[in-house]
Nanobody
Framework: QVQLVESGGGLVQAGGSLRLSCAAS????????MGWYRQAPGKQRELVAT???????NYADSVKGRFTISRDNAKNTVYLQMNSLKPEDTAVYYC?????????WGQGTQVSVSS
């Protein structure tokens, strides 16, 4: 059983910063991909950023240059540093883990950016 626990969401003004964290626990294969997705009201869930266990990262075009994904393999934790936040970044952010062809999801954390 794998569990993902997110933290760090909140309300921030446009131009501000937030840092999300997601700790994974349970039976996790060492070679995996962790990432963040988000879902705004009335929209489909979309990829924000992913990072492999070897450190290779991938970003959605909408967040490139503003968001940085990182991870601590020893702690099975992934982070998302979000800078220069915009109102359109408002969404529920979900942590994701891909391990042995199985996707796991966190419960989600709300990020709200006011204009």
């Amino acid at each position: 059983q794998v569990q993902l626990v997110e933290s760090g969401g909140g309300l921030v003004q446009a131009g501000g910063s937030l840092r999300l964290s997601c700790a994974a626990s349970g039976s996790i294969f060492s070679i995996n991909v962790m990432g963040w997705y988000r879902q705004a009201p009335g929209k489909q869930r979309e990829l924000v950023a992913t990072i492999t266990s070897s450190g290779r990262s991938n970003y959605a075009d909408s967040v490139k240059g503003r968001f940085t994904i990182s991870r601590d393999n020893a702690k099975n934790t992934v982070y998302l540093q979000m800078n220069s936040l915009k109102p359109e970044d408002t969404a529920v952010y979900y942590c994701n883990l891909l391990s042995k062809s199985t996707y796991y999801w966190g419960q989600g954390t709300q990020v709200s950016v006011s204009s």
